[in-house]
């Protein structure tokens, strides 16, 4: 049997200057009040802050560039332009805020 070496509390991410950049555009996305966002939404906030950063970026290039914190992808339910219920692939605000908060 193969034992599993948890540490608790987890490692503290180390974080690059790019990293935290990242990580804080991402937390400044979000408005008050909101708990997730869609990648697709994340992305045009944070290339409307930071178009030199992130312009040409793709909602998948967001999700690969957030993955190694730890911040997947939450599905949530939406809505089209019809009302059509639809599952959408988003950001959790929490997620983002840990992993800078662990950083520190």
Same mark, same amino acid.
């Given at each position: 049997?193969?034992?599993?070496?948890?540490?608790? %509390? %987890?490692?503290? =991410?180390?974080?690059?200057?790019?990293?935290?950049?990242?990580?804080?555009?991402?937390?400044?996305?979000? +408005? =008050?009040? +909101?708990?997730?966002? $869609?990648?697709? $939404?994340?992305?045009?906030?944070?290339?409307?802050?930071? %178009?030199?950063?992130? /312009?040409?970026?793709?909602?998948? $290039?967001?999700?690969?560039?957030?993955? =190694?914190?730890?911040?997947? %992808?939450? +599905?949530?339910?939406?809505?089209?332009?019809?009302? /059509?219920?639809?599952?959408?692939?988003?950001?959790?605000?929490?997620?983002?805020? $840990?992993?800078?908060?662990?950083?520190?």
């Amino acid at each position: 049997m193969k034992l599993l070496n948890l540490r608790w %509390p %987890p490692p503290r =991410p180390v974080l690059d200057d790019d990293a935290r950049q990242l990580l804080n555009d991402t937390l400044e996305a979000f +408005e =008050p009040g +909101e708990g997730r966002l $869609t990648l697709w $939404t994340l992305l045009d906030r944070i290339t409307a802050a930071r %178009p030199d950063a992130y /312009n040409g970026w793709t909602s998948w $290039t967001l999700r690969d560039a957030l993955r =190694p914190y730890g911040i997947g %992808p939450v +599905e949530q339910d939406g809505r089209d332009a019809e009302g /059509n219920l639809r599952v959408e692939i988003g950001v959790s605000r929490a997620a983002v805020a $840990t992993v800078i908060q662990r950083a520190r």
